[in-house]
């Protein structure tokens, strides 16, 4: 091995397993209920995010300087089953350099926010341990060269996200919520397992660096091209319900429960973007039907009109945040759909880098209109009298936008509903059976309710 | 389903005015009386502190306490467990417990209950003991386990664990098998009932909806589109709402457009709409004000909001129609029985129509029984039996003898509990501070003072002035309302609106602004129109950041760069803040101001010369505040007059740090215009024929101490006439020593300052603090408020009283035969002072019940106030980081007067006489001629006696403070002599 690969080698592992050995550290701690103290827990989170960044970064020059594209590192022994290939190998190229980059930048920034901000929370533990699970996940997927390895860190991005919306625990809406978020996830997870299963039947393997060095025109060759459309529509579904796009937009005002920090650097930055972030990594495989192509940049358009016009109606700062995101990722999704590489990648970075920002700084909503107004010498800066004129179409337009475009209200009437009515049928079903079979009579069921 | 079922007990008049029947008359008198109830907060922005419970200060504090809880289903107390911890870590005395519990209970004290033990014993033995929980499946476990555990290891076991098991089970069965009565209170709203039985919450459907709806209805200024049909009210708007859409709604408000469609006749009442939920729901005339009551607090703070906007629509831009609180209650009542129908439909797979609905609930209501609970009394009794040595006699004890244990038990009930340990708490705080006051060794006879200052009464400005005085004793300090009696609305340099600038009571009448001297015109305008452009230019970006074109355009072109400025201020909040400040138009001094305070018009108002007092008017104000602190005679050279504001980012909550006294805004203005009206001429003479003889040479300047970055500022430095600015540099070197220590002494809370910090790195520290977005507690604010003493500063001075005191400066020798100094003063320091108090009080003993809960996941909404994340109530109260070091005791306050002119004074006041004989405050006097206090005990003032601990002496308020961090007991600090130690150790 040339003295490159080595030192390559060792900044890959430096940038994948700082986070990676943090949170296990962090998961055993807490599982053994061992109480850290708080300015450890910060220096440890910090120290490793630092380590990993410098990786990334040292890893970036070399590349630089040796004027590399792309390097893969397979830190384990793959699984190999006659034609199929199980790996967990990571892939390096400008692509996942800046996401990683980027990541890592922000959560070590919000490393420093969360320490203070934190500071005598009951959950400061809690937080950190979550928030190192996330780092470690959101390194993986960014990282990821194969569809096990996104597999994982998309899972670990998943969890940490949902029990961190789920974080103020006490409360019902904050559990109601994380549930929320959690189910939608799950359909994310289910798709990229669909994803990953096609793939593999097509391909034989889950490398993306077959999918992205074949590029567009090679994979048209492949004879399972078919397959590979399939696998590309369940990874734009997978993406569409990380990224909050129509019609899973719902979630995204709902994931505002947790603590500011977390609130900014999931749904301001990071796990918003990763939908995105794996279509423009996967890009060939959605360019390869140009139907596909044109969902895509119709549903980010879809998204962005929708969102756009919902923002309006939003009354507090953090929904009108989200709906702000949501419009710049619907974008970026429409970017990415039109086949552009570079653009989206500079959306993404820079909309992640202000909307964190805007979103540390929403707590200061009312100095700031304040001394706007003050200075200004108006109320409702905000408002915009020329868009709303009191007519019939306005006043729908205002009550689409108020309820959110009804999309929660759609999702439970035709999917959720129908799914427990059929588990509620099926329970009512079971107990009138379990009352012939008993022979009794009279029987209250489990809830209380005497029927 | 027809609103107007009962339109034919209506009648109609020529106008078409609808008369009100009687039940209508009754809702009405529901609603408004409820809607006292609800929080009393007003837009955040201007945050005023008040007594959650001001409509119970017509009862007894305990009562009043009893009656909140059962209606607002909070804490009223500290936990038990709180409690205890409170007497392990010393800040309860069992001593005091005791003497507590015998005065509460009387001649009954000694009453034999059983076995030789009195109900003294019994109840003392409970707070001995802390009550054992445990859940009925948890205690049979527990004793079916260790009779299983006797019959494997019989052998073995000893007597003692054999005899312990039959003694518990033995207490468990003999309460059990008492009939004690247990409160039987059944939920009022079918809310309760429904998650009771079936796990689901109705609230979950309609709250979402209707929080949603709320935010948009009252907005004022965060949406950037309007609710339609908003100025017509709230049904109107709702109706308008649901029907244009109606597909969006959730499934389980399918019915709501047909019902909303029937509510736009002319003729509509929103009463209407109320009356038939309650008959469709089945509520019984007697029990409608309860169930309205709990209806309207099932979401408090909006509803609140929504009574605050009605009531003082003065205080938003956008008000909202006057009956907006009833076509509230009629839309939550609307969708509450909307959503208990489906709840009932999926639970048991039946339509509910009207009449049945009522039929099933009120079977449901029926049926609901709560369970009595038998065993923690059974724990209590096993764990007296325990401690009292009841143990060999108990297989003796009769039922009736168990009932008797069942009855004491059942009377000494946790609140009664928790109201002893209340009291005894505040008894250990109260003894220490009245003790060092009334032994503090007389002040040695000095010099008189080269300097005055005047501060806020706030107890935040207590270690400033005991660190003005150990710095430089040429300082005489005094404490007045920080308003120092000039209300006023107030516009300042480069501002568009007046602010009032006075106790929310007041509503000022007089308008003052600031301007720019008249040679500086120029600078003025070209920094207004710097700031302005500034300002829009930032909004645009801010707005077009969030739109889809201008948005791609800025977060793909330059977005990243906002990375530079974020990892800035998170990282190094303090230098960015420097740099920020380097670059913000309105820091630089590019010229000097004035107030324009003279009015030349007659009648007051906020424009060209109708703004500002007449010459008569400052006149007053000038000598009511004079005489009011005591200062109408040796008065000094430089006397400094310091209002004060706070400064801190991000930071929702802000305005609960600024002066309580200026309706929660920095107090500045008035401090500069009332230095500037005692500084005139021609009030001088005017005061001077009064009685009030100001000597020429006396110079009054007004300044701003920041009780955050523990900084001070001057107004009007340029009118300092040169003879006194060598005066006043020695001055301002002594203020600024007194700043550094003062911020050190601060530093002893924060627990990310270590304790050994040096003088400049605190004053670094607190600084830092108020530049951190990432901070949520940039300071304390009011917390550990405990004491307000009203008197001269020669009774508090050299006593460290840990910032937990308002001093308000009075000199009851000079106050006249009818003590109008001492009424007008305790007029608005009683009802301000108890209102911070108590406001903490709550917050901190519900944090999430009275306070609004742990400030990190706060979301601003609507221009108004915080939710908890995406949909919450609205949150009232103070967050859990302000209140979390406050000890919940209730104000003490101690008055420099006798005992008959301070009865005399409550007699005239019916307000403050509830607040004092009632308990919200407790109050002692402090004899004007000699080291004795009385205390208020129900209606008459009994001696207070001193205890024995000796008041410890130390050299300098560094010396006691330095190195802990919890509350501290007050000792005397002795004059000087080793004041200047902090300089040298501290600064290491």
Known sequence: MSRLETSLDFFASMGIFSPIALACFFVLAFILHIK??????????????????????????????????????????????????????????????????????????????????????????????????????????????????????????????????????????????????????????????????????????????????????????????????????????????????????????????????????????????????????????????????????????????????????????????????????????AEIGFGFEILPLMHIIGHASLRTYQFLRAPSSFQYYKSLEDSLGKTDLNKNSTTIIPSYFSLVLYSFALNRGGMDSMLERFIARPFLMVFKFADIIEKKWLLILNGTQKVTSSDGVTK | MNLHSNTTHNQTNHEGINLLNDDQLLLNKIISVSAHLLP????????????????????????????????????????????????????????????????????????????????????????????????????????????????????????????????????????????????????????????????????????????????????????????????????????????????????????????????????????????????????????????????????????????????????????????????????????????????????????????????????????????????????????????????????????????????EIESFSNMERRRVFHLAYEKFLYRQAIDSILTRPALPTKEPPTYQAVFCID?????????????????????????????????????????????????????????????????????????????????????????????????????????????????????????????????????????????????????????????????????????????TKNFCQLIFIFGHGSTSVNNPHQSAYDCGACGGSPGGANARALSQILNDKRVRVILFNNGISIPDETFFLGGLSNTSKNLISFFDKQLLPQSHSLAFEKAKTSLQAACKRNAHERCRRFYSAPLDISLNDAHRHVEGRTADLAQPRPELGHATNAFCIVGRRQRTKGIFLDRRAFLVSYDPTQDNANNDILNRILNAAMPVCSGINLEFFFSQIDPSGWGCGTKLPHNPTSYLGVMDGAASDLRTGLPWQVVEIHEAVRLLFLIETTAEIMLKILDRCPPLANLCYNGWINLAILDPDSAKAQILKGKTFVPYSLSENKVPTFTSSFDWYQGKRGHLSYPHISDNQGSNSITEKASL
């Open chain 1, 36 to 333: 850290l103290p708080e300015k450890f827990i910060a220096l440890v989170v910090q120290l490793s995010v630092f380590i990993s960044l410098s990786g990334i970064v040292s890893l970036g020059t070399l590349f630089l300087y040796n004027k590399l594209n792309k390097f893969e590192y397979e830190p384990f022994p793959t699984f190999h089953l006659e034609s199929f290939h199980f790996d967990f190998q990571f892939y390096f190229d400008w692509l996942s350099l800046s996401f990683a980059t980027l990541a890592l930048s922000l959560c070590f920034v919000i490393a420093f926010f969360s320490q203070r901000y934190m500071h005598g929370e009951p959950g400061y533990q809690r937080f950190f341990v979550l928030y190192s699970i996330f780092v470690s996940g959101i390194v993986i997927a960014s990282l990821a060269g194969t569809i096990e390895a996104l597999f994982v860190g998309w899972e670990m991005v998943g969890l940490s996200s949902s029990l961190l919306v789920a974080f103020f625990h006490e409360r019902i809406m904050p559990t109601r919520n994380g549930l929320h978020l959690w189910v939608i996830y799950r359909i994310s997870d289910a798709a990229l397992f669909g994803a990953s299963y096609l793939l593999h039947h097509a391909l034989g393997e889950g490398f993306f660096k077959i999918i992205i060095e074949q590029g567009k025109d090679g994979l048209v060759n492949e004879a399972s091209s078919a397959i590979l459309i399939g696998a590309g529509a369940l990874i734009f579904m997978a993406a569409s319900c990380k990224s909050a796009l129509f019609p899973f937009s719902g979630w995204l005002p709902r994931a505002m429960e947790g603590p500011t920090p977390s609130s900014a650097i999931f749904y301001g930055a990071l796990s918003i973007h990763l939908g995105a972030f794996l279509l423009l990594r996967l890009n060939p495989i959605i360019q390869l039907s140009p139907t596909l192509a044109w969902v895509v940049v119709f549903m980010g358009l879809l998204t962005a009109l929708f969102s756009g016009i919902i923002a309006n109606a939003q009354t507090d700062i953090k929904s009108i945040l989200a709906y702000a995101t949501l419009t710049q990722v619907g974008m970026i999704v």
């Open chain 2, 40 to 407: 009393a907060q007003g837009p955040i922005t201007t945050f005023v502190h008040h007594n959650p419970l001001h409509l119970f200060e017509n009862k007894l504090f305990h009562q009043g306490l009893i009656e909140a809880g059962q209606i607002f289903g909070t804490q009223m107390y500290l936990s038990e467990e709180r409690y205890h911890q409170e007497l392990s870590k010393g800040r309860i005395l069992f001593s005091d417990v005791e003497e507590i519990l015998k005065n509460l209970l009387g001649s009954s004290a000694n009453e034999i209950i059983i076995e030789q033990s009195s109900r003294f014993d019994i109840c003392l033995s409970m707070l001995r003991n802390l009550p054992v929980t445990a859940s009925e499946n948890e205690s049979r476990w527990f004793i079916a386990n260790s009779k299983l555990l006797d019959k494997l290891v019989r052998p073995d076991a000893t007597d003692d664990k054999k005899n312990l098991n039959l003694l518990l089970e033995s207490c468990l069965l003999g309460i059990a098998k008492t009939e004690i009565k247990q409160d039987q209170t059944k939920p009022e709203r079918f809310r309760d009932l429904i998650l009771d039985v079936t796990g689901q919450d109705t609230d979950l459907l309609v709250n979402e909806l209707l929080v949603r709806f709320c935010g948009a209805f009252l907005d004022q200024g965060f949406a950037i589109w309007e609710l339609p049909y908003r100025k017509e009210g709230f049904i109107s708007a709702f109706r308008n709402f649901c029907l244009s859409n109606p597909s969006l709604l959730g499934s389980w408000a399918k019915t709501l457009p047909n019902i909303l469609k029937q509510t736009s006749d002319t003729n509509f009442n929103p009463l209407d709409l109320i009356q038939d939920s309650l008959l469709v729901l089945g509520i019984d005339k007697k029990d409608w004000e309860p169930f309205i009551t709990q209806s309207l607090l099932a979401i408090r703070g909006w509803a609140g909001m929504i009574h605050q906007i009605v009531t003082r629509p003065d205080k938003v831009p956008h008000p909202v129609a006057s009956d907006c609180l009833t076509e509230f209650l009629a839309i939550r009542l609307l969708l509450d029985r909307l959503a208990i129908k489906k709840v009932f439909k999926e639970y048991s797979f039946t339509y509910a129509t009207k009449d049945t609905l009522k039929h099933e609930l009120k079977k449901l209501k029926e049926s609901h029984v709560k369970k009595a609970d038998l065993i923690s009394p059974g724990l209590e009794a096993f764990s007296l039996a325990m401690d009292l040595g009841w143990d060999n006699k108990i297989k003796s004890f009769s039922s009736l003898d168990w009932t008797k244990i069942a009855l």
């Open chain 2, 459 to 631: 107890e935040r400005e207590e270690s400033f002035r005991r660190h003005l005085e150990e710095v430089d004793p040429s300082f005489e300090t005094l404490g007045a309302a920080g308003f120092f009696n000039t209300p006023m609305y107030f516009k300042g340099e480069h501002e568009f609106f007046y602010t009032p600038l006075c106790p929310i009571i007041i509503t000022p009448a007089h308008w003052v602004e600031e301007i720019p001297e008249e040679e500086f015109i120029k600078a003025y305008r070209s920094q207004a129109t710097v700031i302005r452009t500034m300002q829009m230019a930032s909004h645009r970006l801010h707005i077009g950041s969030r739109g889809s074109f201008w948005g791609v355009l800025l977060s793909a072109g330059v977005g990243a760069l906002t990375s530079i400025p974020m990892a800035l201020t998170i990282l190094f909040p303090r230098l960015s803040a420097k740099i920020k400040n380097y670059f913000t138009p309105s820091n630089s001094n590019t010229h000097a101001t004035r107030l324009k305070l003279e009015r030349f018009n007659e009648t007051p108002g906020p424009e060209g010369n109708h703004i500002g007092f007449s010459l008569s008017e400052m006149a007053t104000m000038g000598e009511r505040f004079l005489r009011d602190t005591g200062l």
